[in-house]
């Protein structure tokens, strides 16, 4: 069982690339040991996850996730051979879905057949890491490239996917390393996650998967404040019909109802409720909600959980 957290560019960095750099070496003095970077229409998170881990060699890092809808599996597998060549093997490539409205107004590519695209998307990067090349002619993607595909010094990546569905947690299971679920609570991860991706692992001869949970977590004194910012940035899953599944399954009926807010006693135990839960990893989300020094309580939080379960 590991313990992480996510980090972001602060509003109003003057270089983002510099202030994440920053708080990940903040985050490492806290003691906190995994960090991961969420992709937006801005910054390339598996180039800034590359940089953190060259410059901040205490943490392991992973992207948390890049849409596969708009990118190459080819593409994608060089970003992320490289980052684990340049991080000596502490990367952690996370892929996802993706919304329906970034991905075919915003890419102007068909957001149809979404599994199957997952499926070949997965099967390529897979023969990338394992192989050094791919030959796979499919339905939606082709891969053929026509020299080596493998970046030496980079050992095979692990793959996990923000799987909640049945189908695409049963190519998930067949296919990558576990899933890495946004706003699913115990009771989901307990009833639904675990037992399905692992079953699909088991029937592909995989190993057990990897299950990390994202949890928007804080640990502050000015809980309603920063359960109503909570609240304000977790509005938009509740308008995605999988994350509003996901929550109904967790027993939820808005996103923000899975987020823990309060002391450190109050976090560390809904933390080991996921663990409990069949969780491997629980990545501590949305932690800058009520400024710099209640992030910081929260980090140090994390780095003693660390260390208790560690």
Do not use: C
């Amino acid at each position: 069982m590991t313990l992480g957290i996510a980090i972001a560019p602060a509003a109003g960095a003057v270089n983002a690339v510099d202030d994440v750099v920053g708080q990940a070496r903040r985050a490492a003095a806290a003691g906190v040991r995994s960090a991961w970077f969420g992709q937006l229409f801005s910054y390339d998170s598996i180039t800034l996850a590359t940089v953190v881990g060259r410059e901040v060699p205490e943490i392991s890092v992973g992207v948390s996730v890049v849409p596969i809808a708009g990118r190459h599996p080819l593409l994608v597998a060089s970003q992320a051979q490289t980052a684990q060549a340049a991080t000596g093997g502490r990367f952690t490539l996370g892929l996802g879905l993706g919304a329906p409205a970034f991905a075919e107004p915003v890419y102007g590519v068909p957001n149809d057949r979404r599994i199957t695209r997952l499926r070949e998307f997965l099967t390529v990067v897979r023969s990338v890491f394992e192989t050094g090349t791919a030959s796979f002619d499919g339905e939606l993607i082709t891969a053929k490239p026509p020299m080596t595909a493998k970046v030496a010094g980079a050992a095979p990546v692990p793959v996990v996917v923000a799987a909640m569905g049945p189908q695409a947690l049963r190519v998930t299971g067949e296919l990558a390393d576990g899933t890495m679920p946004l706003l699913a609570g115990p009771k989901a991860l307990a009833n639904h996650i675990v037992p399905s991706i692992s079953a699909a692992a088991e029937a592909a001869g995989r190993p057990a998967p990897k299950i990390i949970a994202a949890l928007p977590a804080l640990v502050t004194s000015a809980v309603e404040t920063a359960r109503q910012r909570v609240a304000e940035q977790t509005a938009f899953y509740d308008g995605i019909p999988s994350y509003q599944r996901i929550i109904e399954l967790s027993g939820a009926s808005k996103a923000a109802e899975l987020a823990v807010v309060g002391d450190e006693e109050t976090v560390a135990a809904e933390i080991r409720r996921y663990f409990d839960a069949g969780a491997t990893e629980v990545v501590v989300t949305q932690s800058d909600l009520a400024g710099t020094a209640d992030q910081l309580r929260t980090w140090r939080l994390v780095g003693e959980l660390t260390r208790s379960v560690g």
